[in-house]
């Protein structure tokens, strides 16, 4: 696993944002690399000196968020990668059954602190934006989107969120041409506002995603649709994939993703996991529903060979190397290099249910 | 994309404005309601419904392009007070709610073409060819002509075009004449594009002669080679000159470039003699025996030198439309016969994306409305602009001057302004009572090609009789329950299986 954050020293008082370089730097944020040894590097700044340590991960060009009370630093944009995701809060007001990162009840405002972040981002890069639910802090969040690429509008933001919060008078501002460079990531379940409301665990959450998604579609704002394969959603896909035909014919893509092992979903696996492998129909009769109407389908984290040839292009290698388990069948696959894997935390059990093509 | 959406946006919110939230898709809503039960005014709003006789159905569409097939033919006359709207077409094309008017609108906003950035460049080097055909489109001059060539001139504001691009893709095609004649043109067109586009380029070539300066453009991996192919050996040469030496030379030339290439890289057009049409299976033979399984067919044009000889190619009755079936027939029985691979005719493919999918609008000559000189543009040997290679064509036989401008100068012309205004179906009396209204297109070209005017009432042109009948086709296929039709359609629409049933109703 790649550490995403660090035990550090300063003697700052108050949190900071530094960028890490090699050479002097010409910003206030930019710290200088002043010596190094296995454990622990030693950089130097306006805020003075910071001591991080680490095992030795290249961590020069990137940005961190530099909480000197706690020491620690949180490694909010890695230079070098192209997944660097800020979570902006952690609390939310639905309680998915599945959920990847469980939500908390304090809510800790960096948003200043992410905007200076984003502000030094490399050139180009795509800002994932999570939590928790984003727009809890619907003015912080749109805030520091719009001071973000006001000034760099070579960046782009994508942000997930449950769509709970947006609100008619919303729309003039996502209007904003800043908003062409945000992609919205918005879960949906199923067409059918009971089970919609069982999975997210929150009476009203389908009707309230409705009416924001009258209000998105006002701003033409960009939308990627989520949904999560379960035991619950994979029966009603073909009816939410006619119900998209219907009712968001503007969404920019729509994924389909496999169950991930982790948070919420990790104790309720078996009530969760739809065996794919064994039934692709429902999948297939979405994919095609979509496919016929125009609309961007992408399926994640299925590997290839629990997918019916013919839906095979529509699978993304999804997830990235440092999380990625295959089976021990799996050497011998010719279409491994193409192929998303298995998540590392996949349950044991599963894991050698592959067929090398 | 942002053009598109913000587009779009300024699109809705117009509507909305009209009149509140309820004016989206059904503006007669706010029309005073007391006499008009709910059916009626349903069905008498103009949600652009309109219906058409297809077989022994009814075809309903709206202007978003939403359809319902009812299986009795004769619908009752909607100004009958006792109307009733038949359920199918409320679930298919009366929105249930206001995000699904929202939606609808959307969607018949971008059934609308609007041109972004010009990213589709035609361009002529050369009006000489080293072949004379009996059909040439484009009045080609002799090989060892002069004055048929980009001067220094020409050059240098077409390299000034190319790399001012402000598109972040391109297609430049080449097509002459025979632009293989001058690979040193195309190489210096190649060399302007600006670093940060992405760019392919076309070579429309007869490959005749391939020497090593084509062929190190060919090598390239964004250059795509496309050739005329007509059918057999006999009948490709009998359309040329009658030479079998030549036709001979250019079929090992293709197999050559085929075996080093892939098919994938090699794309052919027949060229088809309305009055001599070939056999269905030999032309697809002629075709899949290469690896190549995608066909366009296309009628001969009523241009260039075709004008001359083929004056018969200006109306084809409706014996061209019925070989356009069989051949689409032909290709469904020989796709289920055969899984291994899928045989396909790209226009028909293009008609049926053109009704499930809003925004399929980038095949010019069928779109609306159909802007004149904005997203791409037809440069000539001459420098010359025009709006599409047929106006190039037609200019040259002498029958009009098409030409909206000049490569030096740009085409903001009064000429262009003067097309565009007409390059439309809205409006048009035919069209507007036409279900296939949303999917359609307009081209003033063919029918100024045609008729010399375009106030030719639509059902008595070319292009509408030809396209009703493709969509005739289109729609009974789409709600036929023949597996083979079904399976075939999944295909062409890139599905990964049979084509799912529509919802209709009785």
């Known amino acids: 696993m790649i550490p995403l954050n660090f035990e550090i020293q300063s003697d700052e008082p108050e949190p900071f944002v530094a960028r890490l370089t090699r050479e002097v730097g010409s910003g206030p944020a930019d710290f200088v690399c002043r010596s190094q040894s296995e454990s622990r590097s030693l950089w130097c700044g306006d805020h003075g000196l910071l001591e991080i340590v680490h095992n030795g991960e290249n961590i020069e060009g990137d940005i961190m968020l530099v909480d000197p009370e706690n020491g620690r630093a949180d490694r909010v944009i890695r230079a070098t990668s192209k997944h660097n995701t800020l979570l902006v809060t952690e609390q939310c007001d639905q309680l ?157 893509q729509w994924s389909l993703m496999g169950l991930e092992n982790i948070g919420f979903a990790k104790n309720r696996w078996d009530d969760l996991y739809a065996d794919l492998n064994t039934d692709f129909s429902d999948l297939a009769a979405a994919i095609d529903w979509a496919q016929l109407h125009g609309i961007a389908t992408k399926i994640f984290n299925l590997p290839l060979c629990h997918i019916p040839q013919h839906y095979r292009s529509f699978a993304v290698a999804s997830i990235s190397d440092w999380k990625q388990r295959f089976g021990k069948s799996c050497v011998s696959c010719r279409a491994k290099r193409d192929c998303s894997g298995f998540f590392e935390w996949h349950p044991d059990k599963l894991v050698d249910e592959v067929t090398p093509l | 994309m942002h053009g598109l959406a913000a587009l779009t946006f300024l699109g809705i919110s117009t509507l909305l404005r009209a009149g509140g939230d309820d004016v989206a898709i059904g503006r007669s809503i706010s029309v005073a309601t007391s006499d008009l039960s709910c059916d009626a005014i349903q069905s008498a709003h103009p949600a652009g419904i309109r219906f058409r006789e297809v077989g022994d159905h009814t075809l309903v569409t709206n202007e978003a392009g939403r359809f319902a097939m009812l299986e009795s033919s004769g619908s009752q006359s909607q100004s009958d007070p006792s109307f ?296 000539d040997y001459d420098g010359m602009a025009y709006p599409t290679d047929e106006a190039r064509m037609l200019t040259r036989s002498g029958v009009i001057d098409l030409s909206i401008g000049n490569v030096a100068e740009g085409w903001d012309s009064d000429a262009r302004a003067a097309l565009e205004a007409a390059s439309t179906n809205d409006g048009d009396p035919t069209c507007e009572k036409c279900a296939y209204k949303p999917y359609c297109g307009r081209d003033i070209i063919d029918d100024i090609s045609r008729y010399g005017t375009i106030d030719t009432p639509k059902e008595e042109t070319e292009f509408c009789r030809r396209h009703l009948s493709l969509f005739d086709l289109a729609f009974k296929m789409i709600h036929s329950k023949d597996p083979a039709v079904r399976y075939s359609l999944g295909r062409w629409l890139g599905l990964g299986s049979d084509l799912p049933a529509m919802e209709s109703a009785a």
């Open chain 2, 84 to 379: 009733k709207l038949p359920d199918a077409i409320k679930t298919a094309l009366i929105p249930e709610n206001r995000l699904s008017k929202l939606a609808q609108t959307f969607e018949a906003a971008k059934r609308r073409t609007r041109a972004g950035p010009l990213d589709y460049l035609i361009l002529v080097p050369t009006l000489r060819c080293n072949l004379a055909c009996s059909y040439c489109q484009v009045s080609r001059a002799a090989i060892g002509a002069s004055g048929h060539d980009w001067d220094d001139g020409t050059l240098a504001a077409v390299l000034s075009l190319v790399s001012s691009l402000s598109s972040a893709s391109i297609k430049i095609e080449f097509q002459g004449g025979e632009p293989s004649l001058r690979p040193d043109l195309i190489e210096a067109v190649i060399n302007a594009v600006p670093p940060a586009t992405t760019a392919s380029f076309v070579i429309c070539t007869n490959l005749q002669i391939i020497n090593d300066g084509i062929l190190a453009i060919f090598d390239r991996p964004d250059v795509l080679i496309s050739t005329s192919l007509d059918g057999p050996e006999e009948l490709h040469s009998k359309q040329r000159q009658g030479d079998a030496v030549r036709a001979r030379e250019f079929h090992k030339n293709l197999n050559w470039l085929i075996d080093r290439y892939g098919p994938g890289k090699i794309s052919a057009l027949p060229t088809i003699n309305p009055q001599a049409l070939p056999d269905p299976d030999a032309l697809i033979d002629a075709y899949s025996s290469l690896g190549l399984h995608s066909l366009y067919l296309r009628p001969i044009n009523f241009q260039g030198f075709a004008r001359k000889r083929h004056a018969s190619a200006r109306q084809t009755d409706g014996s061209w439309s019925a070989y356009h079936e069989r051949f689409i027939d032909r290709l469904i029985e020989r796709n289920f016969l055969d899984r291994t691979k899928v045989l396909e005719e790209t226009y028909f493919s293009l008609i049926l994306r053109r009704i499930f999918q809003p925004g399929a609008d980038r095949h010019v000559d069928l779109r609306n409305p159909n802007p004149v000189g904005r997203d791409y543009i037809v440069i």
């Open chain 1, 96 to 252: 998915c059954v599945m959920c990847s990162q469980p939500p908390k009840k304090t809510h800790l405002d960096r948003f200043k602190l992410f905007e200076e972040a984003c502000l030094l981002a490399p050139a180009g890069m795509v800002i994932g934006i999570s939590g928790g639910e984003p727009t809890l802090h619907m003015d912080a969040l749109l805030g520091m989107i719009e001071s973000v690429l006001r000034e760099r509008s070579d960046l782009s933001f994508h942000i997930l969120s449950n769509a709970q919060h947006f609100e008619q008078h919303h729309i003039l501002r996502l209007c904003d041409p800043v908003y062409r460079n945000v992609v919205w990531g918005i879960p949906l379940y199923s067409s059918d506002p009971v089970v919609h409301d069982t999975v997210v665990a929150k009476p009203g959450a389908y009707e309230r995603l409705i009416s924001s998604f009258e209000h998105l579609l006002l701003a033409a704002a960009r939308i990627e649709l989520r949904t999560v394969l379960t035991a619950t959603t994979v029966p009603g896909l073909s009816p939410l994939s006619r119900f998209i035909a219907r009712n968001l014919p503007h969404i920019e």
